[in-house]
């Protein structure tokens, strides 16, 4: 892979800035089957808690206009089948793991990241402090300032690798969340994650999912996604991966030029299981056509 695309970050030295969003991507085992995961700059796996999830009742997914809406509940095997099996079975490719880590409260937290930061191939953890599809946990922890800043500085102290912090756009002030987790000791911010929202049935008007509520992500949400990162990158001297409504190669230089450093492509994996390769694929003839040499000389151009 070409230098040109190139990204080294706390933790990371990714061979070019594109990866799966968590969630989207599962452990990224299904995925291998259409191509060599070791082609991603990284993947970000699925959600680890303490113990098992089942998740929420179905139905937990719905299309929307330009996007789609998720509740699905950070269903998951829990940290230890996860090491166990999933982390183990991804050693055989040159790729790193960022650890997504959830939790009802701050000791569970704690715990995953304790554990799960020791794998071989973990080499950064993301804090999922915004998932707005549990009960207990989750977005509780990413809205308000303080207590983000203190379990972000909570998990520091016990991580093996660095901590990027996962915010939430379901808030007032991005921008104060941000500075939070960044006194809190954060290595790093990847955002968005989804915003809350409700499809209804057109027949019984009552809504398709279950938990009524779910995350929208796709390219709905993208120009919201953009704003909050270009807010951001100019308020913390801390590296973004940015996320929300990637769809293609263009997207991609979108988030870097409103100043994130990576990015993630979370929803496109669902419609398209290529959409990942064919977007690095073509990042460096779209350098040619910007006439720029590394991907990083447009970040945050937009501001600049």
Known sequence: MSERLRVKLPGLDLKNPVMPASGCFAFGLEYANFYDLSRLGAIMIKAATKEPRFGNPTPRVAETSSGMLNAIGLQNPGVHEILETKLKELEKYDVPIIANVAGSEIDDYVYVAEHISKAPNVHALELNISCPNVK????????????AKNLTRKVKEVSSVPVYVKLSPNVTDIVAMAKAVEEGGADGITMIN????????????????????????????????????????QAVNIPIIGMGGIMDEWDVIDFISA?????????????????????????????????????????GRAYK
């Open 136 to 147: 207990h946990g989750g977005i509780q922890f990413g809205t308000d300032p303080e207590t």
């Open 194 to 233: 989804t915003l809350v929202g409700v499809r209804l049935d057109k027949k019984t008007g009552k809504p398709i999912i279950a938990n009524v509520t779910g995350g929208l992500s796709g390219p709905a949400v993208k120009p919201v996604a953009i704003r909050m990162v270009y807010q951001v990158s």
């Open 259 to 299: 100043g994130a450093s990576a990015v993630a492509v979370g929803t496109a994996n669902f419609a398209d299981p290529y959409a990942c390769p064919k977007i690095i694929d073509k990042l460096e003839a779209t350098l040619d056509e910007l006439g720029v040499e590394h991907i990083l000389e447009l970040r």
